[in-house]
């Protein structure tokens, strides 16, 4: 079971359209810490109903390691974006994608090689429109 699932994964209808080229239902549930897994369990909404802390594409976000009390700001980006020297991070990578569609205040785990990490949001600034 994802050690996610008791967050909903709140998406809007614009980045649910621009990312469903990068996952298919069918492979949702080959990984359960997948973009295509936390995207078929997304809850999507109009722009204007997002929270203005919420975790789209295009936002700036703060994460706290909750093992080391290290904090990381990153972008999620498209993967055609990405560049690691800017640390924009494709929504394709597992922490993207373990990210996407949650909310300033939430803690969230995912896999790593080492095994499983938690990661409080501590801030989260929205794209700019």
Known sequence: ???NESNPVIITQEDYNLLKPYFSKQNAGSDEMSLSAELSRAIIIKK???PA???R????VWITDEATG???ALTIVLPQYANIKEKKISVTTPIAAALIGFRKGDTVQWKVPAGLKVFSITDV???NE
């Open 125 to 127: 600034v929205p794209p």
């Open 1 to 3: 079971m994802n050690p």
């Open 57 to 60: 594409l295009n936002a700036r």
């Open 53 to 55: 802390h919420g975790i």
């Open 48 to 50: 204007e109903a997002f």
């Open 70 to 72: 290290e904090t990381t």
